[in-house]
């Protein structure tokens, strides 16, 4: 016997930027939608933070696990800290780093949060976005947005509408086109709930600039040590495999070099920075991986990358990508 798809495929709607979609997108979330949206890290998978069935619905489109709970999106670091219990360590980091690519986990206080959302934990990951489409949204909204990056689960992250378009054409009604983001890489989890400030996920924000901040000076941030039930392994994958901290390209491997192209190499090149930059490494890593991933070539070999500032989130997610993968990874 057939049997009908369950989830109907939709028509994917792409809204080009202007103040009547604003209006529009917001109109469609307060309803209940859930759309995807730019953020200045990666474009996020949105639905209103207090609709059980909304937040099912991105779970389900993501198909991700429900022991995965997501960050909840603010237009203002006031509105954020009204929903955790915290102390000064979430002010000063506030004060420091928002609106930008910050998250805090903290004791949730708001009743109102879905906690599918939160997947029954007592804590809640927040986080106040710098991208102005992403906020005028949420204040046309006027209830905060909680979202996931908008990729099918364990995949890389979009940061083009198009990204979004490739991963989840015909699951979602509407994708709101605010160009490619700026940082490339998800925000920096930083987990206050405890004595120990710890980070869960490196990110946007060069990690010892929060361990500068003048209460944190004694205690150094212990990164990784509580885990965040995202962290898994093997994530950010794209479909070919990869061989990280290589050196130089071997014959029908794809090469993402990290500075100039190598000479005498007659294979499919990429840079994710000519000058070795590592911010604007972090804004091409996602876009050149998917790029590569599209040619004919046994490998993506990305050179290797110095572990400082955000090249550690950089590592970190090409660690993930290259989990379980069939080499070395010299
Ligand atoms: O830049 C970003 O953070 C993007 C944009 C869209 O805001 N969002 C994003 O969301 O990367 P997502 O769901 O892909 O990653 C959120 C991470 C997951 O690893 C999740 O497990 C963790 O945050 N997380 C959420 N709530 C948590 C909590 N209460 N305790 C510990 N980790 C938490
Ligand atoms: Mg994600």
Same mark, same amino acid.
């Given at each position: 016997?057939?049997?009908?798809?369950?989830?109907?495929?939709?028509?994917?709607?792409?809204?080009?930027?202007?103040?009547?979609?604003?209006?529009?997108?917001?109109?469609?979330?307060?309803?209940?939608?859930?759309?995807?949206?730019?953020?200045?890290?990666?474009?996020?998978?949105?639905?209103?933070?207090?609709?059980?069935?909304?937040?099912?619905?991105?779970?389900?489109?993501?198909?991700?696990?429900?022991?995965?709970?997501?960050?909840?999106?603010?237009?203002?670091?006031?509105?954020?800290?009204?929903?955790?219990?915290?102390?000064?360590?979430?002010?000063?980091?506030?004060?420091?780093?928002?609106?930008?690519?910050?998250? /805090?986990?903290?004791?949730?206080?708001?009743?109102?949060?879905?906690?599918?959302?939160?997947?029954?934990?007592?804590?809640?990951?927040?986080?106040?976005?710098?991208?102005?489409?992403?906020?005028?949204?949420?204040?046309?909204?006027?209830?905060?947005?909680?979202?996931?990056?908008?990729?099918?689960?364990?995949?890389?992250?979009?940061?083009?509408?198009?990204?979004?378009?490739?991963?989840?054409?015909?699951?979602?009604?509407?994708?709101?086109?605010?160009?490619?983001?700026?940082?490339?890489?998800?925000?920096?989890?930083?987990?206050?709930?405890?004595?120990?400030?710890?980070?869960?996920?490196?990110?946007?924000?060069?990690?010892?600039?929060?361990?500068?901040?003048?209460?944190?000076?004694?205690?150094?941030?212990?990164?990784?040590?509580?885990?965040?039930?995202?962290?898994?392994?093997?994530?950010?994958?794209?479909?070919?495999?990869?061989?990280?901290?290589?050196?130089?390209?071997?014959?029908?491997?794809?090469? /993402?070099?990290?500075?100039?192209?190598?000479?005498?190499?007659?294979?499919?090149?990429?840079?994710?920075?000519?000058?070795?930059?590592?911010?604007?490494?972090?804004?091409? /890593?996602?876009?050149?991986?998917?790029?590569?991933?599209?040619?004919?070539?046994?490998?993506?070999?990305?050179?290797?990358?110095?572990?400082?500032?955000?090249?550690?989130?950089?590592?970190?997610?090409?660690?993930?990508?290259?989990?379980?993968?069939?080499?070395?990874?010299?």
């Amino acid at each position: 016997m057939k049997c009908e798809n369950i989830i109907a495929k939709m028509k994917t709607k792409i809204l080009k930027n202007s103040k009547k979609s604003i209006l529009y997108a917001a109109e469609l979330l307060k309803k209940g939608d859930t759309i995807a949206l730019p953020t200045e890290t990666v474009y996020g998978l949105a639905g209103r933070y207090d609709n059980n069935k909304t937040i099912e619905k991105i779970f389900s489109i993501k198909n991700r696990p429900l022991n995965n709970p997501f960050i909840i999106h603010y237009s203002s670091s006031d509105l954020a800290l009204a929903d955790i219990y915290f102390d000064s360590r979430a002010e000063i980091l506030a004060k420091k780093f928002w609106p930008g690519p910050l998250t /805090l986990v903290a004791k949730v206080k708001n009743k109102k949060i879905s906690k599918l959302a939160l997947s029954g934990l007592e804590t809640v990951a927040v986080r106040v976005p710098s991208n102005k489409i992403i906020l005028s949204i949420i204040e046309h909204v006027n209830i905060p947005l909680a979202a996931p990056s908008a990729n099918r689960y364990g995949k890389l992250s979009p940061t083009s509408a198009k990204d979004v378009y490739e991963e989840l054409n015909g699951k979602i009604s509407t994708i709101y086109d605010g160009g490619s983001t700026n940082i490339g890489v998800e925000s920096t989890v930083v987990d206050i709930s405890k004595k120990e400030t710890a980070v869960l996920r490196y990110g946007g924000i060069d990690e010892s600039l929060i361990n500068d901040l003048t209460n944190l000076k004694r205690k150094k941030i212990v990164s990784k040590k509580f885990l965040s039930p995202g962290l898994s392994k093997s994530h950010y994958k794209p479909n070919t495999p990869l061989r990280i901290n290589a050196s130089y390209p071997k014959k029908n491997e794809g090469w /993402l070099a990290f500075g100039k192209k190598p000479k005498n190499f007659k294979g499919i090149i990429l840079s994710l920075s000519k000058k070795k930059c590592l911010k604007e490494s972090a804004k091409n /890593l996602y876009k050149m991986l998917r790029l590569l991933d599209k040619k004919d070539i046994t490998t993506i070999a990305v050179q290797k990358i110095p572990k400082r500032g955000i090249g550690l989130a950089i590592n970190d997610r090409l660690e993930r990508a290259a989990y379980n993968s069939k080499f070395k990874n010299e």
